[in-house]
């Protein structure tokens, strides 16, 4: 028996296609097209279970303009050279024959992403783009951890140029995204917010990079011991995140969603549950300005069942399930532990000059 739709759900719009399945590396390689089908199954058990469906966009490649607003010209032109032949691009990013041809497509659903997040208000007001490969590594004249295009940072672009006047990138992937800091580490007009395992790859990401120039207080670093929690990752949000947020005041806001900081993740020693990126989710949609569009963007995340289980808990968010009850008594790891408390001051302390934080 078909299920009824909840009332108060919103309408989510995915972007995706099968051509993101044609980047392939080594069979060893954890950045593999089975990332994205555990993605997908997610985001089925999610509207299977909220008794809806989603709002699927078309869309095609990012184009010379719309990639040259992050990455250089020439790097674009030696990508194109680059299509249709293998190899490795570094020691960690791998390249097949259909990889460049994805990679612009990729771009391309993050582009399309914010044309139809702008272009509906009052209806789809967030969404969910799935690009492979990944991108918020990608520096804007190389490849770099997996990324050959900056799919974020195109984004954030692209909703510059159609006169989105602030613009957030929040970075919730395990990894610094050090490609996306840099992209805009000058501009004051978009604030990039990282929460990363420190230390880990690509080692970037410190408490003191807090942008330059007119873009000094727009970089916000969250460098975080390993072994968090779910109630650290809270306590981030309560403590930094969502009060810089605020006051910010995005009139676009997009997440690099990757989900390796999953416990389940090989690469990575963080102890996220999948709930609490659903927690991340609502609690960020709480506190955004009530016009201001959600764009998710997919980065990394690489063990499978993580995957589904914690993209279903984003979806579910943004659908706008009601979050899961608390439960009665605490459980082990309710509250942050002392290393953690400690890493957060330190953090408070590099951001008051900037941000009023309580």
């Given at each position: 028996?078909?299920?009824?739709p ?24 954890p ?6 089908l ?8 999610a ?6 469906t989603?709002?699927?966009v078309?869309f ?15 790097y ?21 024959p ?5 990679a612009?497509?990729a771009?391309?659903?993050a ?9 509906a208000?009052g ?12 991108g ?16 974020v ?66 970089s ?17 949000f ?6 810089i ?114």
């Open positions: 028996m078909a299920l009824e909840q009332s108060t759900l919103r309408p989510v719009i995915v972007l995706d296609d099968d051509l993101f399945l044609s980047h392939v590396g080594p069979d060893e390689h950045e593999r097209a089975a990332r994205l555990a993605v997908r199954q997610g985001l089925a058990v509207a299977q279970a909220l008794g809806t989603y709002i699927n078309p095609g490649d990012a184009d010379e303009t719309q990639l040259g607003r992050v990455h250089d010209d020439a674009i032109e030696s990508l194109g050279h680059l299509a249709g032949r293998s190899g490795f691009l570094d020691s960690d990013t791998f390249l097949s259909n990889s460049v041809a994805a612009r497509r771009a391309g659903s582009v399309a992403l914010v044309q139809a997040l702008s272009s208000p209806q789809a007001r967030v969404g969910f783009a799935l690009p492979r490969p990944p918020h590594h990608a520096l804007a004249d190389r490849a770099m951890g997996f990324c050959l295009l900056n799919n940072a195109v984004a954030a672009a692209q909703a510059r140029s159609q006169g989105h006047e602030r613009v957030l990138v929040l970075d919730w992937d395990v990894h610094h995204g050090n490609g996306t800091e840099a992209m805009f580490y000058d501009d004051p007009s978009v604030l990039f917010v990282s929460l990363h395992q420190f230390p880990n790859y690509p080692g970037t990401g410190a408490i003191t990079d807090v942008g330059q120039g007119e873009g000094r207080g727009a916000v670093n969250l460098p975080l011991p390993k072994g968090g929690t779910d109630a650290v990752y809270a306590a981030a309560e403590r930094v995140v969502l009060p947020v605020e006051q910010f005041g995005p009139t676009f806001a997009l997440v690099s969603c990757g989900f390796d900081a999953h416990e389940r993740d090989p690469l990575a020693e963080m102890s996220l549950s999948a709930a609490g990126f659903g927690a991340m989710t609502r609690s960020l949609l709480a506190r955004l300005p009530k016009a201001c569009p959600l764009g998710v963007v997919l980065e990394g995340g690489y063990d499978l069942t993580a995957l589904s289980e914690s993209s279903e808990a984003v979806a579910r968010a943004l659908f706008g399930e009601a979050a899961p009850a608390i439960p009665a008594q605490p459980v082990p790891g309710a509250e942050p532990g002392a290393q953690h408390l400690a890493a957060l001051r330190e953090i408070e302390r590099a951001q008051t000059p900037f941000w009023k934080l309580s």
